[in-house]
């Protein structure tokens, strides 16, 4: 199964793909905690992220399509994967897309996790105060939640015209959200 986890800051991705992992068998590849990773490693990639990130910036379409590029050539994708936090904008997408036919991976879902703004900035400060993120600063949720607005909504309209869209409502207890998802990608939903 190959998957393309789209939603808002605070949406539930990362939760829900850790799960989803667990459920598919095929990695998560969340490109926050790659460069989480790039920075707690203090490497140069991580050195020029790390500010660009706490102020909840973009990090450039060029270092992510690398770091891309090197996490699918790793052999745990080949039987399929769970992106989450990518793409971002269109030049991403457009990237991904190119990608994905190269390695020959078609993407089998785009499926975005619905969650009203209001709830959204209600988890994310909870998750500040229980994972203490630099990120998670009511000013800086602020520019993670415009730049979704003005740059990451575009995607999702991206993935509705190809057809590729699905859609699930991410309100509700983790259980919940999760038997939502795991219906949304049930073979009989995959051929039609
Ligand atoms: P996340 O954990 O997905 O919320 O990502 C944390 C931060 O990493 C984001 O606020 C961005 O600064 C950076 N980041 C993660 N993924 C991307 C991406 N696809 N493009 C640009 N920056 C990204």
């Known amino acids: 199964m190959r998957l393309v986890l789209l939603g808002p800051p605070g949406s539930g991705k990362g939760t ?13 590849i969340s490109t926050g ?11 140069p990639l991580g050195l020029q992220a790390k500010e660009i990130m706490a102020r909840g910036d973009f ?3 060029e ?17 399929g994967f769970i992106l989450d936090g990518y793409p971002r904008n269109l030049v991403q997408a457009d990237a991904l897309g190119v990608l994905l036919d190269k390695i020959r991976q078609p993407m ?4 975005q996790l619905e969650v009203p703004t209001d ?17 998670d600063s009511p000013e800086v949720v602020r520019n993670r939640l415009d730049k979704y607005t003005s740059q990451t909504a575009p995607v999702i309209d991206y993935y509705r015209q190809h057809g590729q869209l699905t859609v699930v409502d991410g309100v509700g207890s983790l259980d919940d959200v999760f038997s939502r998802l795991i219906e949304a990608l049930s073979p009989a939903k995959e051929v039609g």
């Open 108 to 111: 089998d879902f785009a499926v």
């Open 59 to 61: 990090v450039s379409d």
């Open 16 to 28: 829900q793909a850790a799960r989803l992992k667990e459920y598919l068998q095929v990695p998560h």
């Open 119 to 135: 709830l959204l900035v209600e988890r994310i400060a909870g998750r500040a105060k229980a994972e203490g993120r630099d990120d």
């Open 33 to 43: 905690d790659l460069l989480r990773a790039e920075v707690a490693a203090g490497s």
């Open 63 to 79: 270092i992510l399509l690398g770091m891309l590029e090197d996490r699918f050539a790793r052999p745990d994708t080949a039987n």
